[in-house]
Structure formats: structure tokens, C-alpha cells
């Protein structure tokens, strides 16, 4: 069989709309109801055939591990035993542009990435659903960041029910300098969970089924935020709900913040302000895929 030699693939960052932490499972995972969207603020990972059978990752940024740590070598390991196929050599490169520790799913998403190129490099032929179900053995994430658009998500967020795409919108992003790991984050929740605040998921999903871009901004809501302890999370909310957005939110386990705008311009002008206030400030437009290749040779 002739394959090809080389995919690219756009791995696109996730926003939590809406997040609550439900319970716990018997393995002590935390169980989730959240509203998530992915956007165009996205890695490129670029994916070759490589010698013996090693797996040599490189970054475009120093924060980013290249060694074995990095989720993209746990992804292809799960993908070569799931699939029966002989461990091959690969040369990964990840064009980093999601930041890191930002509730923006970039190392999920870089996985889902590998898995959607090496389907395609491999000729498996895999459906979603067996992509996903390999996802999940790499992190709770990768299955959304394989489908992509609106999506209910549920247990640790591998349960999935499309949802239907936002009316037009803009979505703005900032990310302070300081982050968070999930880890903390969660840790941080279990001290203090019983006393927070709860989102209104069904009003969210409510309306997002009606197309309700202003009920949509009303509900965002995360229950994660009301822990975090990095100053700039609030400021940057303000900010953006100053400057005209119709809900703002701390997304994920943080600390990247996110503003919904109907109106292109004030999109523009929040993100002058935040880049005041901070140097990692984007406006992105939701997406109705997750991984995608782009390029194949």
C-alpha cells in the first residue's frame, strides 16, 4: 500500500461557555456539565514519517516540552496499539499558538491533531467515534478537540451532544501572564466546591437551541473561577464586559478569559484595552469542526 508522507493539520482551541463540576466518579475524576465551543485561535501540527521507530517532537515555543512529556507522543503511542499498526517513526512539528496552562484545550488539541493526521497518514480509516475513544485514553479534552463546533459536554467531558452553531459572533481571548494548571485547579475546587455558585446549564442550552446570542452571554458561567487566584482573571472580565460584551468568562481551569461579541468592532476595541493590560490578547470566530486536515502530500 502507498501512503503519503507528510499531512498538516489546524488544531483549533476550545472556549468553555458554561462549566460546572457535578461530581465525582469511583476513580475520583471530577464529572462535568459544560457548554463548549471550539474557535479559529489554533495550532498547526505538522506530521511526517520519520526513521526507526522514533517519535522526534519539535515546538515553535519554549514552553512547549519536546520530549516524551508531551501529549503528542502518548497519542500516537495509543494510536499504534489501537490500531495493531507497528510503531513507525514520526517527525511532529507543532506551530504553537494557543497559549499554555489557559483553559484553551492547546495540548488536547494538539493531540486530537495527531490523531485526525496520522488516521489520514495511515489510511485507518477511522471513524469519529474510534478516534475519540482513542482521544480519551490521552486526556479528557482530546474527544471534543476531534469534533469540534458547540457541544454539550458531560461526564469528564468525553459525553458529547451537538449543539447548534452560534448566530455570528466574535469571541475575544486573553490570557494573563500567570496560569494554571488543571491539577490546582481542581485541587482548589475540592476545598471550597460546596459553598460556590452553580451556572444554569439548561438556560444555556436553551439559548443556544434558540439562537439567543444575548441569552448566551447572560449564562456564561464557570464554576472554576470563583477559585482562581490570579488578579488579572477579574480585571480582564471587566474590561470586556465594559467594552460592550454580552458575557465574560473565565474559560476551563483558566486563566484565559473570554468576551462575546455580536459586534465586530467592539471585539476590536476590547482587544485594544486588554492588550493594555496584558500582551496575549486575540479575537477569534467559532468553528464548526475540531481537528482538520489542511494539507496532505
Not at 494557543?98 to 494538539?110: E, I, N, R
Not at 439562537?211 to 473561577?225: K, P, R, S, T
Not at 476595541?269 to 479575537?283: D, G, N, P, S, Y
Request: aromatic letters at 4%; a negative charge.
Amino acid at each position: 500500500m502507498s501512503y503519503c508522507s507528510r499531512v498538516v493539520v489546524q488544531a483549533p482551541g476550545k472556549v468553555n461557555l458554561s462549566l460546572d463540576v457535578v461530581g465525582t466518579d469511583n476513580r475520583g475524576y471530577h464529572l462535568l456539565e459544560m457548554v463548549m465551543q471550539s474557535i479559529d485561535l489554533s495550532d498547526l501540527v505538522l506530521i511526517g514519517r520519520g526513521e526507526r521507530e522514533e517519535i522526534r517532537v519539535t515546538c515553535s515555543s519554549s514552553e512547549i516540552p519536546e520530549d516524551d512529556t508531551n501529549i503528542v507522543h502518548s497519542a500516537a503511542a495509543h494510536f499504534f496499539a489501537e490500531t495493531g499498526l507497528a510503531r513507525q517513526g514520526l517527525s511532529v512539528h507543532i506551530d504553537k499558538r494557543l497559549p499554555v496552562q489557559a483553559g484553551l484545550a492547546g495540548g488536547s488539541a494538539d493531540a486530537a491533531a495527531l490523531l485526525r493526521g496520522l488516521d489520514r497518514l495511515f489510511e485507518t480509516c477511522l471513524s469519529r467515534e474510534q478516534l475519540c475513544e482513542i482521544g480519551l485514553k490521552c486526556g479528557a479534552d482530546v474527544p471534543f478537540c476531534i469534533v469540534g463546533g458547540c457541544c454539550y459536554a458531560q461526564g469528564v467531558g468525553e459525553i458529547l451532544t451537538p449543539l447548534p452553531a452560534l448566530p455570528a459572533c466574535r469571541i475575544a481571548v486573553a490570557k494573563p501572564p500567570r496560569g494554571m494548571s488543571t491539577r490546582i485547579a481542581f485541587g482548589r475546587y475540592d476545598k471550597a466546591g460546596k459553598d460556590l455558585e452553580r451556572p444554569n446549564t439548561q438556560a444555556m442550552l436553551d439559548s443556544v437551541a434558540a439562537g439567543n446570542l444575548a441569552g448566551v452571554g447572560q449564562n456564561m458561567f464557570n464554576v472554576l473561577q470563583q477559585v482562581n487566584t490570579v488578579e488579572e482573571v477579574e480585571v480582564l472580565t471587566g474590561i470586556l464586559l465594559c467594552d460592550g460584551a454580552l458575557g465574560a468568562v473565565m474559560t476551563g481551569s483558566g486563566t484565559a478569559v473570554i468576551g462575546l461579541f455580536q459586534d465586530s468592532a467592539q471585539a476590536k476595541t476590547a482587544r485594544r484595552h486588554l492588550r493594555e493590560q496584558v500582551a496575549q490578547a486575540w479575537i477569534a470566530a467559532p468553528l464548526d469542526h475540531g481537528a482538520q486536515l489542511l494539507h496532505v502530500s
